[in-house]
């Protein structure tokens, strides 16, 4: 069970280590400015990205300004909040570095603590993990494939559009990948490669800064899961046809798990809730504008970019609701899972303790957008409505000409 805990971490921290970051950092007992000179690669990072977001920010104010095609604004949209939804998800992960630590050396603990039990009981435990290890490990993969193929995409698009019009015009019209305000002619040949380059390079640094918070919140989500359904199975069986009497050290040590993984629920509540919050805001933004750009983009290369931008956008924000959705949904369990115990067979003075923990259970732990909802699969259903509200008022905007 560690074991799986463990490799999951290390996919994690594959990502997080090109980004100059790293789970389980040793100077966590640092201030947050200590930390932050630690990790020069994930600034340099940082700053690159920047430059490239303020050069979007300046050209679609100079747009607006001069009444620029309503597209190609649209096209920049989704690529900006983009990137600035990395820049939530990486600082927010540095920022809150020794709450990392602190639900992984949890976690830890609790799956230790559990690896000493009945044969059979350790072949329900091995069999509920792997279950869930293999859903995370195939959502990474399908996601992985998605993001590969969206960056594929955005880096051919450029060659797409200037091999066509060579044919077409003998002239080669120099394209890059997004559209941004320069302090320079962008299309000068001694200076075009190096700016698709860094272009480029951006787009993969943005989409791995998205997608490494991303995949450790689904990993911390995932065991949070397991645990609780362990738990579940472990209350419904504390009192047995061949007990008159329950075991209260064991009762004990099941309620004290439950704290535990209430805290580690807070935990990952403190790393994400605010970084969700923005996330959750932009969504709507993001699948509508970019399913706008699918309908209108006349370039298959462009077209097909968008269709992986927007597949992203929503399995991204589907993922987070659903992991929300299961943790409340099994965290109530709880109190379910001990109704459905021979309770009735103890002594009235020893159904105190079990009378707490249900009056507890009836609350939820729940993950938030920084507590202003929980993020659950209804939350997931307002945003999908939300999105199509916009994008149906973006093509009664629409006027092609």
Not at 96 to 122: C, P
Not at 146 to 162: C, K, R, S, T
Not at 318 to 334: A, N
Request: aromatic share 14%; with cysteine.
């Amino acid at each position: 069970m560690l074991d799986q805990f463990d490799r999951c971490l290390k996919s994690v921290n594959l990502y997080l280590k090109f980004l100059g970051l790293h789970l389980e950092s040793k100077d966590t007992n640092k201030t947050f400015a200590q930390r932050s000179r630690s990790h020069r690669l994930y600034f340099a990072h940082l700053f690159s990205l920047n430059l490239e977001v303020a050069a979007q920010v300046l050209w679609v104010l100079e747009a607006v300004i001069t009444g620029k095609s309503f597209v190609e604004i649209t096209r920049l949209i989704p690529c900006l909040i983009l990137c600035l939804i990395s820049n939530f998800k990486t600082l927010s992960l540095l920022y809150y570095g020794r709450h990392n630590d602190e639900f992984i050396v949890t976690m830890r603990s609790l799956l230790l603590n559990q690896m000493q039990v009945e044969e059979k009981e350790n072949r329900f435990r091995k069999e509920l993990i792997d279950k869930h290890v293999l859903i995370l490990t195939s959502i990474s993969k399908k996601i992985s494939y998605v993001i590969v193929l969206g960056l594929l995409m955005f880096a051919l698009a450029p060659a797409f559009i200037i091999i066509p019009h060579y044919f077409k015009t003998d002239e080669v019209k120099l394209e890059v990948p997004f559209i941004g305000y320069y302090p320079f002619n962008e299309f000068d040949l001694r200076i075009y490669p190096w700016v698709y380059l860094h272009q480029v390079g951006t787009a993969i640094v943005a989409i791995i800064m998205v997608y490494g918070p991303d995949c450790f919140f689904f990993t911390c989500c995932t065991f949070i899961h397991i645990q609780f359904s362990l738990l579940n199975n472990d209350m419904e069986r504390i009192v047995t046809e061949e007990t008159p009497r329950y075991d209260k050290t064991k009762f004990k040590k099941l309620a004290v798990r439950y704290i535990e993984l209430m805290r580690c629920v807070n935990l990952l509540e403190k790393i994400f809730s605010k970084s969700i919050l923005f996330n959750a805001l932009t969504s709507s933004v993001i699948i509508c504008v970019t399913g706008f750009n699918v309908l209108v983009v006349d370039n298959i290369v462009m077209m097909a970019s968008f269709t992986a931008f927007l597949i992203f956008g929503l399995m991204q924000i589907f993922l987070y609701c659903y992991y929300g959705d299961s943790i409340m949904r099994s965290s109530m369990e709880v109190s379910t899972s001990i109704y459905n115990s021979l309770w009735y067979k103890i002594p009235a003075a020893d159904r105190k303790g079990f009378l707490i923990v249900i009056i507890r259970a009836q609350k939820p732990c729940a993950l938030t957008a920084n507590g202003f909802f929980n993020m659950n699969l209804s939350a997931f259903a307002s945003i999908l409505s939300k999105s199509w509200s916009y994008f149906a008022l973006l093509k009664t905007m629409y006027h092609p000409e």
